[in-house]
Structure formats: C-alpha cells, structure tokens
C-alpha cells in the first residue's frame, strides 16, 4: 500500500507564494508519472503539473509559468512551487501518484487565495 500526503496549504494573499509538499512512501517515489491536480465544488479534478518519466514536465494552460513541480528522491517529496497566485487558484490540491499499475491519491490540502 502507498502512502500519499499533502501539506503545505493554507491562506494566501493574492500576488503571493505557496509551497506544497507530498510525501510518498517508500519506493513509490520513484514512480515515473507523478503529479498535482486540482478540485473545485461542483467541478471535475484538473492537472496542475505532472513529471513524466523523471525529466518531461507538463503544466495545466493556466498555470503560465507561475507553478513549478520539482522531486526530491532523496526526501520522497514532490513539490509545487506556486508564485503570484490569483483567487481563481482557490481550490483543493491533490497529489497523484502511479505506482506497480496503481494510482493513489492523497487526501487533498486546501489552497485558498484571497485579501
């Protein structure tokens, strides 16, 4: 069974920073597709960011080149780093993780961006 778990959400003014975290367990980090979606009520989950075989990055059309998903093998971390956030990235964030023909999700960690 893998573990997946988000941290790092919170309130944030508009025009600021947020980074979020996702611990993996255990060799699941090394999983070659692995990545952040995001829910809002009433809506399906987007993609927010995703690595791909370890190296190829994709970004929902939004994001702009505001976000940035990074991971630390080292730490079993995935990362996304969220500059100049708007109240429009309000939301739910997931991390999702593909791992020995699985997909696991982690409980969601709540990004709000208001002033």
């Known amino acids: 069974q893998v573990e997946v778990v988000e941290s790092g959400g919170g309130l944030v003014q508009p025009g600021r920073s947020l980074k979020l975290s996702c611990v993996v367990s255990?060799?699941?980090?090394?999983?070659?597709?692995m990545g952040w979606y995001r829910q809002t009520p009433g809506n399906q989950r987007e993609l927010v960011a995703e690595?791909?075989?370890?190296?190829?990055?994709n970004y929902g059309d939004f994001v702009k080149g505001r976000f940035t998903i990074s991971r630390d093998n080292a730490k079993n971390t995935l990362s996304l780093q969220m500059d100049s956030l708007k109240p429009e990235d309000t939301a739910v964030y997931y991390c999702?993780?593909?791992?020995?023909?699985?997909?696991?999700w982690g409980q969601g960690t709540q990004v709000t961006v208001s002033s």
């Open positions: 999702r993780i593909y791992w020995n023909w699985g997909i696991y």
């Open positions: 255990g060799s699941a980090i090394n999983s070659n597709n």
């Open positions: 690595i791909i075989n370890k190296r190829n990055r």
